[in-house]
């Protein structure tokens, strides 16, 4: 059950697009489209923002998308707004019934 | 519209106990599985225990094997964590989270494991 792999930080400029990776094995990720992602502004609680590899929930902007090649889980933000700076984690099924997250990407809009 | 609210959480000394609970309204809890997540002070997420609707299924994360149980109460709408012999490395938030996509989070309950 070790944790996914995500960079640690991130930036770009409003305007940029930006892509989170999040990669794991054949046992997660690899293995299932039961990727997520979540958005976490500082004091408040997770919020779902990908689902199923690239399905945005309702009322998600269109500006977040997200993919999966092999191993590795993408989430990318289009003509990033600074209400998008927050922390960003990925999430995943496992072979073992469990699920596991990453580990994080800070991401900060300057 | 739907909430979850945790309560329960508090200061505990190592090798002690809690119970926390997880209130669940504005959805029909018998049809999801239920999850906890938890996450430490300036740490990351940490999925920690999952149940299926009916109860027959649970599934923990390895470090809270046989130390925490997970359950729920459809007709009380009530998803619970028993938590014995805590540790320190146990305190953090603990988040009631809805359905296999995680798609709804309570507020969250602090457990803090110190003597």
């Known amino acids: 059950q070790s944790a996914l792999t995500q960079p640690a930080s991130m930036s770009g400029s409003p305007g940029q697009s930006i892509t989170i990776s999040c990669t794991g094995t054949s046992s997660d990720i690899g293995g299932y489209n039961y990727a997520s992602w979540y958005q976490q502004h500082p004091g408040k609680a997770p919020k779902l923002m990908i689902y199923h590899v690239r399905n945005r929930p309702s009322g998600v902007p269109d500006r977040f998308s997200a993919s999966k090649s092999d191993n590795t889980a993408s989430l990318t933000i289009s003509g990033l707004q600074t209400e998008d700076e927050a922390d960003y984690y990925c999430s995943s099924y496992t072979s073992s019934g469990t699920w596991v997250f990453g580990g994080g990407t800070k991401l900060t809009v300057l | 519209e739907v909430q979850l609210v945790e309560s329960g959480g508090g200061l505990v000394q190592p090798g002690g106990s809690l119970r926390l609970s997880c209130a669940a309204s504005g959805f029909t809890l018998s049809t999801y599985w239920m999850n906890w997540v938890r996450q430490a002070p300036g740490k990351g997420l940490e999925w920690v225990a999952n149940?299926?609707?009916?109860?027959?299924?649970?599934y923990y994360v390895d470090s809270v094997k046989g130390r925490f149980t997970i359950s729920r109460d459809n007709a009380k709408n009530s998803l619970y964590l028993q938590m014995n012999s805590l540790r320190a490395e146990d305190s953090a938030v603990y988040y009631c989270?809805?359905?296999?996509?995680?798609?709804?989070w309570g507020q969250g309950t602090l457990v803090t494991v110190s003597s």
């Open positions: 989270v809805r359905g296999f996509y995680f798609d709804y």
């Open positions: 149940i299926k609707q009916d109860g027959s299924e649970k």
